[in-house]
């Protein structure tokens, strides 16, 4: 019987293509107890599900021997529990959906009781347990057994100048030695052979160690096992000059490989570098200067003008626009209040603010994305899984080839011995499938990386693939289409002015949480209207309102109530009609018993709401909106914003209506706030949260949008599209480049200086080509 199961994760430094992550996947595979293996270069980490037999030092061992220095992370049982603070989950997350009544005072004439549709929800984490220190196994030994700068691919520190690195160090003394070869042929051609040997054992004795260690842990045919045969076939068929000139060119390509996969790791780890190492922690009536990292929930941090934002948090006191930028990617600083949430690495506008710490720095906003993009990019799309099988068959086919090509011709036809074993260690080194191997980790890597930037989160390769080819978008309308809440649109006047409307309006809603009260209030203050509280303000029966300011008797309520006290005028009940309409909720006021005018309130569509739908129409997308608000409002928005709409739904209800739209052959997107809507998530293609850095945003769905643009909808399936064609112009350049070599060679017109260029030169070309994706578009 199989004992628990555990799993821990390892950090490996030195890897930078997809080979070196394959190598490590077989040896480690076969550790006794290991059930599975996830290789990320991007990330550089490793993670490993295995049962308690499984010698975890011996492990790291053996990863080390390979050329990758192993630091065991964690390790926790697979089914543990999500730790609270670690939630940067992946699936989908399920909600439980209450009906959310707005009981407010006014009883509006119509059904549209501005019915929100709000659910409660309770996020289930999915399975993604976040792992625990346990028994944590020593690898010093491991790290220190690590023999510096011996490795083909020999991935030494990626963080400083290249120079520094062990394989920046192994690339120069190789190429010193070439020169000095060189020299020495000029100078005294007798010793030319003789030098060039002894400067190619510079750069392949440390290349055909690892082949051997790589051969011995599972994969006979590496790019350092290929090198070495080649190289020493060269030395026997007396090309030693030109041996160590290849052995020099792929220890070139091997080193700028690595610069370009540092940049494409710096991108999103350069997001932690937002957040400011200090911090103003109140102590008492002190405030001092201490740790960012040393921040707890419930501290009380002062920020100055200016200044980067050190965690998350509410703020306590003071008002300021707050500079979100780096983390949604919104360009125009947004107007924070108190009890409003902040997110670390944003900065302070003009403003002092007292905040209220409500994360711990290794749980704050810019760290889950950073771990959740992490994450992403550890699990492999369906293109690169099958680029994987492709390749462990395509390699070896390759030397068969080669061995073929140097074999037969001299046997069956009395060809030159030197010359096809030429031309087939050419194809030999021809056969390395560096290029094509990395051409879709890189891309996907790159594309992850320059949609966080940019506030779009994708989790794993298989959702950005997935995302091209969505041709439906089904839209939730409150708070996704909409802005959440309502807002004043109309002021109706029948006697006196606008501003007396409001102010008398504004009085009797003075202290309600109603949303509909706090939209007049919001709207009183916005236009610099003082206000005093009503006198004996008291509720109608779920009427309306009713109170005295000076010696004015006022009731505001709806339409139908307030015609009970002061009858509407035909022209009146038309123009409250026409509102009505339009989806708008209409509250009249009555003073001393005539009606004086009336306020019109609905949610307002988003900004971009808009051009976003019809940007993503003239995709040849299709777009509805499906809601549990009533058809009259629904069908309102859904006539200014141009889309579908289907009304009147319970979350069941918009579950059916997405498997019917898949079931008719559609690829669903389902964009949601992260708190309706969980079934109909679930039951899509593709799940895409919309909202502000908050929770919901980072757990819910496939995908998440941190800053609420519609617009980001089109951004994320550009992405998709973007990424998929630089996936397969990266396989084209790395099949076309050795189809094109591979003829050349065995017609005769190019060698070994060529064949290596096809294999290191095709992977720096992919990688390059992949690194364009890092261009962020605004």
Same mark, same amino acid.
């Given at each position: 019987?199989m004992?628990e199961?555990?799993?821990?994760?390892?950090?490996?430094?030195?890897?930078?293509?997809?080979s070196?992550?394959?190598?490590?996947?077989?040896a480690?595979?076969?550790?006794?107890?290991v059930s599975?293996?996830?290789?990320?270069?991007?990330?550089?980490?490793?993670?490993?599900?295995?049962?308690e037999?499984?010698?975890l030092?011996?492990l790291?061992?053996?990863?080390s021997?390979?050329?990758?220095k192993?630091?065991p992370?964690?390790?926790?049982?697979?089914?543990a529990?999500?730790?609270?603070?670690?939630?940067?989950?992946?699936?989908?997350?399920?909600h439980?959906?209450?009906?959310?009544?707005?009981?407010?005072?006014?009883?509006?004439?119509?059904?549209h009781?501005?019915?929100h549709d709000r659910?409660?929800?309770?996020?289930?984490?999915?399975?993604?347990?976040?792992?625990?220190?346990a028994?944590?196994?020593?690898?010093?030994s491991?790290?220190?057994?690590?023999?510096?700068?011996l490795?083909?691919?020999?991935?030494?520190?990626?963080?400083?100048?290249?120079w520094?690195?062990a394989k920046?160090?192994?690339?120069?003394?190789?190429?010193?030695a070439?020169?000095l070869?060189?020299?020495v042929g000029h100078?005294?051609?007798?010793?030319?052979?003789?030098?060039f040997?002894?400067?190619?054992?510079?750069?392949?004795?440390?290349i055909?160690r690892?082949?051997?260690?790589?051969a011995?842990?599972?994969?006979?045919f590496?790019i350092?096992?290929?090198m070495?045969?080649?190289?020493?076939?060269?030395?026997?068929?007396?090309?030693?000059?030109?041996?160590?000139?290849?052995?020099?060119?792929?220890l070139?390509?091997?080193?700028?490989?690595g610069?370009?996969a540092s940049?494409?790791?710096?991108?999103?780890?350069?997001?932690?570098?937002?957040?400011?190492?200090?911090?103003f922690?109140e102590?008492?009536?002190?405030?001092r200067?201490?740790?960012a990292?040393?921040?707890?929930?419930g501290?009380?941090?002062?920020?100055r003008?200016?200044?980067?934002?050190?965690?998350d948090?509410?703020?306590?006191?003071?008002?300021?626009?707050?500079?979100?930028?780096?983390?949604?990617?919104?360009?125009?600083?947004?107007?924070?209040?108190?009890?409003?949430?902040v997110?670390?690495g944003?900065?302070?506008?003009?403003?002092?603010?007292?905040?209220?710490?409500?994360?711990?720095?290794?749980?704050?906003?810019?760290?889950r994305?950073?771990?959740?993009?992490?994450e992403a990019?550890?699990?492999?799309?369906?293109?690169e899984r099958f680029i994987?099988?492709?390749?462990?068959?395509?390699?070896?086919a390759?030397?068969?080839?080669?061995?073929?090509?140097a074999i037969?011709?001299p046997?069956l @036809?009395? +060809?030159?011995?030197?010359?096809?074993?030429?031309? $087939?260690?050419?194809i #030999?080194?021809? !056969?390395c *499938?560096c =290029?094509?191997?990395?051409?879709?980790p890189?891309?996907?890597a790159?594309?992850?990386s320059?949609g966080a930037?940019?506030?779009?989160?994708?989790?794993?390769?298989a959702?950005?693939?997935?995302?091209?080819?969505?041709?439906?978008v089904a839209?939730?309308?409150?708070?996704?289409?909409?802005e959440?809440?309502p807002?004043?649109t109309d002021?109706?006047t029948?006697?006196?002015?606008e501003?007396?409307i409001?102010?008398?309006?504004?009085?009797l809603d003075?202290?309600?949480?109603?949303?509909l009260?706090?939209?007049?209030?919001?709207?009183?203050?916005?236009?610099?209207?003082?206000?005093?509280?009503?006198e004996?303000?008291s @509720?109608? +029966?779920?009427?309306?309102?009713a109170?005295?300011v $000076?010696s004015q008797? #006022?009731?505001? !309520?709806? *339409?139908? =109530?307030a015609?009970?006290?002061?009858?509407?005028t035909?022209?009146?009940?038309?123009?409250?009609?026409?509102l009505?309409?339009d989806?708008?909720?209409?509250?009249?006021?009555?003073?001393d018993?005539?009606?004086?005018?009336?306020?019109?309130?609905?949610d307002?569509?988003?900004?971009?709401?808009?051009q976003?739908?019809a940007?993503?129409?003239?995709?040849?997308?299709?777009?509805v909106?499906?809601?549990?608000?009533?058809?009259?409002?629904a069908?309102?928005?859904?006539?200014d914003?141009?889309?579908?709409?289907?009304?009147d739904?319970?979350?069941?209800?918009?579950?059916?209506?997405?498997?019917e739209?898949?079931?008719?052959?559609?690829?669903?997107?389902?964009v949601?706030?992260?708190?309706?809507d969980?079934?109909a998530?679930?039951?899509a293609?593709?799940g895409?949260?919309?909202?502000?850095?908050?929770?919901?945003?980072?757990?819910?769905?496939?995908?998440a949008?941190?800053?609420?643009?519609i617009?980001?909808?089109?951004a994320?399936?550009?992405?998709?599209?973007?990424?998929?064609?630089?996936?397969?112009?990266?396989?084209?350049?790395?099949?076309?480049?050795?189809a094109?070599?591979?003829?050349t060679?065995v017609?005769?017109?190019?060698?070994?200086?060529?064949?290596?260029?096809?294999?290191?030169g095709?992977?720096?070309?992919?990688?390059?080509?992949?690194?364009r994706?890092l261009r962020?578009?605004?």
């Open positions: 019987m004992g199961m555990r799993k821990t994760r390892f950090d490996v430094s030195g890897m930078d293509c997809a070196c992550a394959s190598k490590i996947d077989t480690v595979r076969r550790v006794a107890g599975d293996v996830a290789v990320s270069v991007t990330t550089q980490a490793m993670t490993v599900h295995h049962d037999t499984t010698d030092d011996a790291a061992r053996k990863v021997g390979l050329g990758y192993t630091v992370a964690n390790r926790a049982p697979a089914n529990a999500p730790a609270q603070a670690s939630a940067c989950c992946s699936g989908h997350a399920h439980d959906h209450g009906d959310h009544d707005h009981d407010h005072d006014h009883d509006h004439d119509h059904d009781d501005h019915d659910e409660k929800h309770d996020h289930d984490h999915g399975n993604h347990a976040h792992s625990h220190d028994q944590r196994p020593t690898s010093e491991a790290a220190a057994s690590l023999p510096a700068g490795h083909g691919h020999d991935h030494g520190p990626t963080s400083g100048p290249w520094a690195s920046g160090r192994l690339t120069l003394l190789c190429g010193g070439l020169v070869a060189y020299a100078l005294f051609p007798e010793f030319a052979s003789e030098a040997l002894l400067a190619l054992l510079v750069g392949l004795v440390p055909g690892r082949a051997i260690m790589a011995l842990a599972g994969t006979p590496s350092e096992m290929l070495t045969i080649a190289a020493i076939g060269a030395v026997i068929i007396d090309a030693g000059e030109e041996a160590a000139a290849v052995v020099f060119l792929f070139v390509g091997e080193l700028l490989e610069v370009a940049r494409a790791r710096r991108s999103i780890q350069a997001l932690s570098d937002l957040v400011p190492k200090t911090a922690l102590d008492g009536d002190v405030t200067e201490v740790q990292d040393a921040l707890v929930p501290n009380i941090i002062r920020i003008p200016g200044d980067r934002i050190p965690a948090g509410e703020i306590l006191s003071g008002e300021s626009a707050i500079d979100e930028a780096p983390v949604t990617g919104e360009s125009v600083p947004v107007r924070k209040v108190a009890s409003e949430p997110f670390a944003t900065v302070n506008g003009e403003g002092v603010l007292r905040v209220t710490v409500t994360a711990a720095a290794a749980d704050n906003t810019i760290a994305v950073v771990r959740l993009v992490e990019q550890e699990a492999k799309a369906p293109t994987d099988r492709f390749s462990r068959y395509y390699t070896p390759v030397v068969v080839v080669a061995a073929l090509v037969l011709p046997l @036809a009395g +060809g030159s011995w030197s010359e096809w074993v030429y031309k $087939g260690l050419a #030999l080194l021809i !056969g *499938p =290029a094509l191997v990395i051409s879709t890189a891309a996907i790159a594309s992850l320059a930037r940019r506030g779009l989160l994708v989790k794993g390769g959702v950005l693939e997935k995302l091209g080819t969505v041709d439906t839209f939730d309308k409150t708070g996704t289409l909409t959440g809440r807002v004043v002021i109706l029948f006697m006196g002015e501003r007396e409001l102010r008398l309006s504004a009085a003075a202290g309600s949480s109603h949303p009260a706090l939209a007049i209030l919001a709207r009183a203050e916005a236009d610099g209207i003082a206000y005093p509280a009503a004996g303000a @509720a109608q +029966g779920g009427k309306g309102v109170g005295k $000076g008797s #006022l009731f505001l !309520g709806s *339409p139908r =109530a015609g009970d006290i002061a009858p509407l035909a022209d009146q009940s038309s123009a409250i009609q026409a009505n309409d989806g708008k909720t209409v509250s009249v006021l009555v003073i018993g005539q009606a004086a005018g009336a306020i019109a309130m609905r307002e569509p988003r900004k971009d709401a808009r976003a739908l940007a993503l129409k003239a995709n040849g997308i299709r777009t909106m499906l809601t549990g608000d009533n058809r009259r409002v069908e309102a928005v859904g006539r914003l141009g889309i579908d709409v289907r009304a739904l319970m979350p069941q209800d918009k579950q059916t209506i997405v498997r739209l898949k079931a008719q052959g559609a690829t669903v997107a389902k949601g706030d992260g708190i309706n969980a079934p998530l679930a039951a293609d593709i895409i949260a919309i909202g502000g850095g908050t929770d919901v945003a980072l757990e819910t769905a496939d995908a949008i941190l800053h609420g643009r617009a980001d909808v089109a994320l399936i550009d992405l998709s599209k973007r990424c998929m064609a630089n996936i397969r112009q990266n396989i084209a350049v790395a099949l076309g480049l050795k094109i070599f591979l003829v060679t017609v005769g017109i190019t060698g070994l200086w060529p064949a290596i260029l096809a294999d290191t095709a992977t720096v070309l992919v990688t390059i080509n992949a690194l994706l962020v578009r605004a």
